[in-house]
């Protein structure tokens, strides 16, 4: 019997493509690979991180291929790029956005299989493809966000206080207060492919009733 294919955007259709109206999901434990950064995401640091995530994801996804099929494994498309964003101090009491005075968490979800060993193959593998400096950097983890209010975001990311602000709107509509002042990105786009306007991404923070 053949299994099919994991597709994310079609089996979690509610996380990875909401419409552009808020609303409220709760987000079950999932596993990353995750490395943190700061400063200005328009940066060559930035660029190399987002590199080091994808060289690591597509080890895994690629094994079967290489001669080594992990125990549990499935056929599946890689997940998408998502960001956790703050400030620092200075930053949070400036008026304007300073992208430089961001600070990030960049990470992939990885399926239910993969495991601590298959990291560290993974790491061995990715090692000929981007910094060892950065590897060493990267960590395996799971997390559960749990409930959240999302909104899918269209057009310029320099825009989205626009969707943030209806997401505040529903959030008192709803009853429930926000309880993180960081933000989470999920970029359904491929932003070097696709027009400013056309952007697509997904817009979440956490919530309590």
């Not at 975001?153 to 926000?178: L, Q, W």
Request: glycine share 4%; hydrophobic share 35%; aromatic share 12%.
């Amino acid at each position: 019997m053949t299994t099919l294919k994991y597709e994310w955007r079609k089996r979690d259709k509610e996380i990875y493509l909401p419409k552009n109206k808020p609303i409220l999901v709760d987000i079950p434990p999932m596993k990353y690979f995750m490395l943190k950064g700061k400063g200005n995401p328009n940066s060559e640091a930035f660029k190399e991180a987002v590199q080091t995530l994808y060289a690591l994801s597509y080890a895994i996804r690629m094994m079967p291929k290489k001669g080594f099929t992990p125990e549990g494994y499935f056929e599946y498309t890689v997940f998408p790029l998502e960001g956790i964003w703050d400030l620092d101090e200075i930053g949070r009491q400036l008026d304007k956005l300073d992208k430089d005075r961001l600070i990030y968490k960049l990470m992939i979800r990885q399926p239910e299989f993969v495991s601590n060993e298959l990291f560290i193959m993974a790491k061995n593998v990715a090692e000929k493809k981007v910094s060892e400096k950065l590897l060493n950097q990267v960590t395996f983890e799971e997390i559960k966000e749990g409930l959240c209010v999302q909104c899918m975001h269209i057009g310029s990311y320099d825009d989205e206080p626009r969707t943030f602000a209806m997401m505040d709107e529903f959030s008192i509509e709803k009853g429930v207060h926000r309880i993180d002042k960081r933000h989470r990105e999920i970029y359904i786009s491929d932003a070097r492919k696709t027009s400013v306007e056309k952007l697509k991404t997904v817009l979440r923070f956490k919530v309590s009733n």
